[in-house]
Nanobody, 124 residues
């Protein structure tokens, strides 16, 4: 059974940093694209960042230059390093994995496995 477990969320002041982790179990995902999405209260889930198995990355315009996505295939873990955080970065952050071959897509429907999410709150 595939499980994705996010961790590393919390409360941080604007301008601060956090590193989110997503530990996968049940199978290895070294050949699969992985991504991060977030959902703010009252808003739809939105794309944050994605990374392919070739380590190609893509980011939402709102986080470019501030967030970095990475992966450690030996640990079957996905990371999101967030810096220069803003109040508008507040939300629940979800990691996701594509089960088939494909690039790091910004579309949530391309992903087959999802974690339960971790809360990130940025105070002004």
């Amino acid at each position: 059974q595939v499980q994705l477990v996010e961790s590393g969320g919390g409360l941080v002041q604007a301008g601060g940093s956090l590193r989110l982790s997503c530990a996968a179990s049940g199978r290895t995902f070294s050949s699969n694209a992985m991504g991060w999405f977030r959902q703010a209260p009252g808003k739809e889930r939105e794309f944050v960042a994605a990374i392919s198995w070739r380590l190609n990355t893509r980011y939402a315009d709102s986080v470019k230059g501030r967030f970095t996505i990475s992966r450690d295939n030996a640990k079957n873990t996905l990371y999101l390093h967030m810096s220069s955080l803003k109040p508008e970065d507040t939300g629940v952050y979800f990691c996701a994995v594509r089960s088939g071959y494909g690039s790091g897509s910004p579309e949530s429907y391309d992903y087959d496995y999802w974690g339960q999410g971790t809360q990130v709150t940025v105070s002004s």
